[in-house]
């Protein structure tokens, strides 16, 4: 038997980081200090858009593990109340991988479709869910806003995100 080589080792070891190591890139890069009034939420929109699509198309690489080590820097990086990142990437993970079959076939507006009702649902759930921890209703055009800017970026990131997948990544 043949074993791969150590640079075929850490090819294949910083490939299989990539999904996990790219959506970190995302959130820290828009945690930069922009100057761009109420734009607070891009982060959480770009982590939402990454991990939807890495769990749709690349599963074995965006395990439930790598899901939860994002939320939990995401929510330590953001000062959000803390779980509450981590508790809507986990489910947008989960309701990319709970039809995947299905969705993996469907063209691309209506993935984009179905990645905005999820993006929707994490909103609505990211308000009432801070809402609660807060005891007290939060203006929810943060979460309008975070829903907009997450399905406005969609189908670029995607466009790159398919790229870098079919360029870098093994299919699955």
């Given at each position: 038997?043949?074993?791969p080589?150590?640079?075929?080792?850490?090819?294949?070891?910083?490939?299989?980081?990539?999904?996990?190591?790219?959506?970190l890139?995302?959130?820290?890069?828009?945690?930069?200090?922009?100057?761009?009034?109420?734009?607070?939420?891009?982060g959480?929109?770009?982590v939402?858009?990454?991990?939807?699509?890495?769990?749709?198309?690349?599963?074995?690489?965006?395990?439930?593990?790598?899901?939860?080590?994002?939320?939990?820097?995401?929510?330590?990086?953001?000062?959000?109340?803390?779980?509450?990142?981590?508790?809507?990437?986990?489910?947008?993970?989960?309701?990319?991988?709970?039809?995947?079959?299905?969705?993996?076939?469907?063209?691309?507006?209506?993935?984009?479709?179905?990645?905005?009702l999820?993006?929707?649902?994490?909103?609505?759930?990211?308000?009432?869910?801070?809402?609660?921890?807060?005891?007290?209703?939060?203006?929810?055009?943060?979460?309008?806003?975070?829903?907009?800017?997450?399905?406005?970026?969609?189908?670029?990131?995607?466009?790159?995100?398919?790229?870098?997948?079919?360029?870098?990544?093994?299919?699955?």
């Open positions: 038997m043949i074993r080589t150590i640079g075929q080792q850490l090819d294949m070891a910083w490939r299989a980081a990539l999904p996990v190591s790219l959506t890139l995302l959130l820290f890069v828009s945690l930069l200090s922009w100057h761009l009034p109420k734009l607070g939420t891009i959480a929109a770009f939402t858009v990454s991990v939807f699509f890495w769990s749709l198309h690349q599963p074995n690489l965006m395990t439930l593990w790598g899901v939860l080590a994002i939320g939990l820097c995401h929510d330590l990086l953001t000062l959000a109340p803390f779980g509450v990142g981590l508790l809507v990437l986990l489910l947008v993970h989960g309701s990319a991988l709970w039809r995947r079959k299905a969705l993996v076939r469907m063209p691309f507006l209506l993935i984009w479709l179905v990645f905005g999820v993006a929707a649902g994490a909103s609505v759930l990211t308000w009432l869910l801070v809402s609660f921890l807060q005891e007290q209703l939060i203006d929810p055009s943060e979460g309008v806003r975070l829903f907009l800017l997450a399905f406005t970026f969609y189908p670029p990131l995607a466009a790159l995100f398919a790229w870098i997948e079919r360029r870098l990544l093994p299919t699955t």
